[in-house]
């Protein structure tokens, strides 16, 4: 008590130190995450896979987080720490950019410390980030950078800062497609202000816009070539409850697109109203030209998804989706605190312990539950032992490893290429990976599937024997082996069985 009692002192009196927190707080969450499982969420088997290849699109995500997941991979390595790295650097930088927005707004420096805490405050943020998310990170990230960006172009306008709002707009282009939505409210948000209107046609404007282009050209041109790969996940998964009744399912849309809003938002109202209590309720009569502009681009953005999901007959709009635009909330909120003179001195220590219990709640629960899961008998991704059955199978050969890997799916995949960094890793449902070249085609190949927690015969999958052919991949193997592997941290109570096949050159 006495520790959380100082704390909260120092916090009253320099709320400057919530950013060395915030960042202890990432650099703790790369540690849980690194220590808590080898095994792989879905967005991580995906990234780790993909970053095998540059590409200029990969599949119904645009590229910008693949990327930079790539690049740090070439640097230091596949591996879980490499995930890791990038995913928490990209939400440190998002609460750093968002503090500097916040900063070119409020007066009180404790206000732009609560703006800050408020970005942890939101699920997507202390929830959904750590369990399993990526290019929705990166349009977070995106967010900030064209807030900072176009809040200090608005307010002292330089060539500079005309290039990085285009910047932001470009990487915000190519981190996902639902990110055009905000620059667009944002000029219709500043129009009704002639001190801010006058941005707009400024002949800076013109190289503000030539960056913009620049980024995004080379995916664009991708997408133009391939706009069914491009957009058809989407759609599918917009529509993924269609009852086939237009009327009705449009209605479904909405009310999730509502449902959405509420759980992404309530949350953050929440924490504040604890903070401020009944402060909070009276500030909503006052205004500023920046609660103006703030809450007409946050009220656009969210008319515009909804809009979107009506003309796509979207069924299900999740908060995810939302959370980009939900940013804004906690900086609306301190513009609207600080134009109602609110009392701060209390409130930094009163938002950011609540804040905190969540988020690091959150991470040590995760990394606990991989443990005491399997205790009762519940295996989740993170508990499969691709990793240690991939290292038994080359163990079993002598230690010599394949040239290529063909998994049957994401998850051994992206196992394949920590365990065997130097061999190329394919995968039968990622068409767009370049094909093997002819001296690793005649090197040794091993084929990896499971089978099942209950285990089963050794037989090759059809997709597998498919792909083989359509590749041109000899077709010679071994006979399929089967192995069980105890799950990890199942202390050997129950196991995940795979297949295997070695293929090709002697092995």
Not at 246 to 260: E, F, K, N
Not at 405 to 410: G, H, K, L, N, R
Request: charged share 15%.
């Amino acid at each position: 008590m006495r520790a959380i009692r100082r704390l909260s002192e120092a916090l009253t009196r320099r709320p400057e130190l919530v950013l060395w927190l915030i960042a202890a707080y990432y650099v703790l969450a790369i540690a849980l995450r690194v220590i808590r499982s080898e095994a792989l969420e879905s967005d991580e088997a995906e990234q780790l896979f993909q970053s095998q290849f540059w590409l200029m699109g990969y599949g119904r995500q645009p590229p910008f987080y693949n990327w930079l997941q790539a690049g740090v991979i070439q640097v230091i390595g596949p591996s879980v720490f490499a995930l890791s790295l990038v995913k928490n650097l990209l939400l440190f930088l998002t609460c750093v950019f968002y503090g500097l927005a916040a900063r070119l707004l409020l007066k009180d420096i404790r206000l732009v410390a609560i703006a800050m805490i408020g970005v942890i405050a939101m699920p997507a943020v202390s929830v959904m980030a750590q369990r399993d998310l990526t290019h929705a990170i990166a349009t977070l990230f995106a967010v900030a950078l064209f807030t900072y960006a176009f809040v200090r172009t608005l307010i002292r306008p330089s060539l500079s800062f005309y290039l990085l709002t285009g910047f932001a707009v470009g990487i915000g282009l190519i981190a996902k497609y639902n990110f055009v939505i905000l620059p667009v409210a944002a000029i219709l948000a500043i129009l009704p202000e002639p001190e801010l209107r006058k941005r707009l046609f400024d002949w800076r404007l013109l190289a503000a816009l030539l960056v913009t282009v620049v980024i995004c050209l080379p995916h664009s041109l991708w997408v133009l070539s391939n706009l069914n790969e491009a957009t058809a996940g989407t759609i599918k998964a917009m529509r993924e409850d269609a009852s086939g009744n237009p009327v009705l399912d449009r209605l479904s849309g909405l009310g999730t697109l509502i449902l959405a809003i509420l759980t992404g938002g309530l949350p953050i109202l929440a924490f504040f109203l604890i903070a401020f209590r009944r402060s909070l309720i009276t500030v909503w009569g006052t205004e500023t030209v920046w609660t103006r502009v703030l809450g007409r681009t946050l009220l656009l953005c969210l008319i515009a998804v909804g809009l979107i999901g009506l003309s796509f007959g979207a069924t299900s709009i999740s908060e995810k989706w939302l959370s980009p635009f939900l940013l804004l909330l906690p900086l609306y909120l301190c513009l609207k605190l600080e134009a109602a003179a609110v009392d701060t001195n209390l409130a930094v220590p009163r938002l950011f312990f609540p804040v905190s219990a969540l988020a690091l709640g959150f991470i040590v629960y995760i990394a606990i539950g991989n443990r005491v899961g399997p205790l009762i008998g519940q295996y989740e991704k993170e508990n499969l032992p691709a990793g240690p059955f991939i290292e038994q199978v080359v163990t079993n050969n002598g230690g010599k490893q394949p040239a290529y890997v063909i998994a049957a799916d994401p998850f051994l995949a992206a196992s394949a290429r920590i365990e065997l960094p130097h061999a190329r890793i394919l995968l039968p449902t990622f068409d767009q990976a370049p094909p093997l070249d002819t001296a690793t085609k005649s090197g040794p190949g091993l084929m990896i599937w499971q089978i099942g927690r209950k285990g089963g015969d050794a037989v090759l999958p059809e997709t597998l024997k498919s792909y083989l052919q359509a590749r041109g991949i000899e077709a010679k193997t071994s006979s399929p082996s089967a192995m069980t592997v105890p799950y990890l941290y199942s202390g050997g109570r129950a196991g995940m069985t795979f297949g295997y096949a070695w293929i090709g050159a002697a092995h």
